[in-house]
Each structure stands twice: as C-alpha cells, then as structure tokens.
C-alpha cells in the first residue's frame, strides 16, 4: 500500500476491481447501494442478499469469492454481528 494523492493514508491498488458481497435487508437501501457500488470501477457486486443465511447459500455458487463483505447489523434471522464469525471462517482472506 502506498500513499495516494498526498494524503497520506494508504490506498489499496489493484489491476482488477475487488469482488463485494452486500447483505442488506431493507429492500430499497439494497438496491440502492447495489446500484451505486456496482457503478464504481473499483467493484463488483458478487453477491447481494437479504440476510446472512441467504449471503451463506448464495455464496458457493458466485465465480469470484468476495473480498469486500458489506453486511447490516440490523438483520433479520443471524445480526450481522452473529453472522461475522460464520462469513469469516468461509472468507477467511475477506
């Protein structure tokens, strides 16, 4: 990682666009950041969901493994809190 811009904060360069997966139950602000993150050359959108136990079915069926996981906490079923230990043993590099 190297500084971009002056700023002295890292930035992470890479040559391909990183794989997201996005767990969010309210419909409206799903489709919302799907919409704004799959716009963004720096993304894609691998895996959009409603709750973790539908992130985790969905999961082995994606070509890329996600290396970016925006979860809510508010989820209906396993929080996003709850349902970190089990995206982090199936993602361990995410």
């Known amino acids: ?22 767990i969010e139950d309210q419909a409206p602000i799903r489709e919302t950041l799907h919409e704004y993150l799959s716009a963004q050359p720096e993304f894609v ?6 709750s973790v136990e539908e992130f ?11 290396q970016l996981v925006l ?16 995206i982090q043993a199936r993602l361990p590099g995410a």
């Open 1 to 22: 990682m190297a500084p971009r811009g002056g700023s002295g904060y890292p930035c992470l360069v890479s040559d391909a666009p990183y794989a997201l997966a996005l």
């Open 45 to 50: 959108c691998e895996v959009v969901a409603g």
């Open 56 to 66: 985790l079915a969905a999961r082995p069926g994606v070509a890329r493994p996600p």
């Open 71 to 86: 979860s809510d906490i508010g989820l209906p079923g396993l929080s996003g809190s709850e349902g970190l230990p089990l």
